[in-house]
């Protein structure tokens, strides 16, 4: 990958990473839940799921997983389901004074997230199908850095989302616009599954 190619795809990365999707619902409501700093295990865990995935769709992994029609569809409803028991967690999470004392969702239940969310895996594989140069070295470390790059672009986008909903936690002390701001985040983030279903 050469400098203008990184530069591309960094630009890529930060703007897939920073238009709103289900890790983006997630890290808003975890931010409002917990605060910024309670929240930073999720915003990690996001960008590690996604550099995971980017770097084993650019090894390959999303065309043997195209190929299996009974693996994608799986995949698609186990990932449907995952995002439904997510919503109901988000909408169902404790508001008022004491919403910062509910756990949020930390590192691994981000990262997963991302293996079941349908915007990573389009972008992923859009990715590799645009920006991977075939013979332009190994292949383990053209995913590799595929994986960097992206991460380097994408966490700082995770840190907006995350600090938006952190921002919004003091206007939702009062338990009502709580409750509100959670159902919205949770109907938003059910309402993603429509695109895995349909």
């Given amino acids: 990958m050469t400098l203008d190619q990184a530069g591309a795809f960094f630009l890529f990365a930060f703007v897939a990473a920073i238009t709103p999707g ?14 910024f700093w309670r929240g930073l295990p999720c915003a990690f865990g996001v960008s590690a799921g996604m550099g995971s995935l980017m770097f084993l769709a650019a090894l390959g992994l999303g065309s043997v997983l195209i190929g299996l029609p009974d693996v994608m569809t ?24 004491g919403q910062a004392a509910g756990k949020p969702t930390g590192f691994l239940g981000a990262a997963a997230l991302q293996w079941v969310n349908p915007k990573a895996w ?14 332009s070295g190994a292949a383990v470390v053209q995913a590799l850095l595929f994986a960097l790059v992206f991460v380097s672009a994408a966490f700082p986008s995770n840190l907006i989302w995350l600090g938006f909903g952190a921002t919004a936690q003091r206007l939702l002390a009062d338990a009502r616009r709580g409750r509100i701001f959670n159902i919205v985040m949770g109907v938003t983030l059910a309402a993603s599954v429509l695109f895995i279903l349909r």
Avoid: D, E
């Fill in 122 to 135: 389009m972008v992923a594989t859009g990715a590799v199908a645009t920006y991977l140069q075939a013979g």
């Fill in 74 to 97: 799986a995949i698609r409803f186990g990932g449907a389901a995952f995002l439904l028991w997510l919503a109901w967690k988000i909408a169902t999470a404790p508001v008022g004074s």
């Fill in 22 to 35: 289900p890790s983006n619902v997630l890290l808003t409501a975890t931010g409002a839940q917990a605060g």
